[in-house]
């Protein structure tokens, strides 16, 4: 009996103690890494009645499950010539949101012959309303929002890309 009130105290002793490094551990702050642009490839888009060159963009591909899903979030923002393409393993009907987007997008939305569906312009940060490809599609190129009416990028406009 003595043993067992023993273990009793040493457990109301240590309480406080247990609780406290908890209330510790919460006010720390954990920060993040910015996350910086990796120029992995290169992509040109053509105008769509020529082989004519509008523009071209460095890429970042995303290409694996974690890659698409995180896409540009938690990023501060990308430079006029730099861009993201995402390569999906089928061809569907594909849906992107803007959650922990930082910066306004452009999603341009590809066919599998290369050839430009349809476009969401100007897609708003940290909006998480669905943003649907409105046709099977292979690709997704994100560029910064307004990009695509400042270079004239059109449905029916080609790409392009290549592998560094």
Known sequence: ????????????????????????????????????????????????????????????????????????????????????????????THSFYMKNTEFSLDIIYIKEDMTIASMQENAQPFNESGLSSMAPIKYVLEINGGLAEALGISIGDRISFSRN
């Open 1 to 92: 009996m003595l043993k067992l009130k023993s273990i009793i105290w040493v457990l109301i002793a240590a309480f406080p103690l247990v609780f406290s490094s908890c209330k510790e551990d919460a006010k720390k702050t954990i920060s993040t890494q910015q996350i910086e642009f990796t120029h992995e490839g290169n992509l040109n888009v053509y105008l769509n009645t020529s082989d004519s060159l509008k523009t071209n963009f460095d890429i970042e591909f995303a290409e694996t499950d974690y890659e698409t899903q995180t896409g540009l979030m938690y990023r501060k923002g990308m430079k006029n010539n730099q861009a993201m393409l995402f390569i999906f393993p089928d061809v569907a």
